[in-house]
């Protein structure tokens, strides 16, 4: 059986070690160009630049 991850934010795997720490969007299948600082609260607006 194949275990499923639900879309979601997740720690971003390509995260720089110089930089703040972020978070990417899976959608199910694959990870997107979306990301945003870890410390946005849920439910908040992506920031600018966060498309697919």
Not at 4 to 30: N, S
Request: cysteine-free; hydrophobic content about 30%; charged content about 20%.
């Amino acid at each position: 059986m194949t275990q499923v991850t639900p879309a979601g934010w997740y720690p971003d795997p390509g995260q720089k070690q110089d930089g703040p720490p972020t978070e990417r969007w899976w959608d199910g299948t694959a990870w997107t160009a979306r990301i945003r600082p870890t410390a946005l609260a849920p439910g908040a607006a992506t920031p600018e630049g966060g498309g697919d």
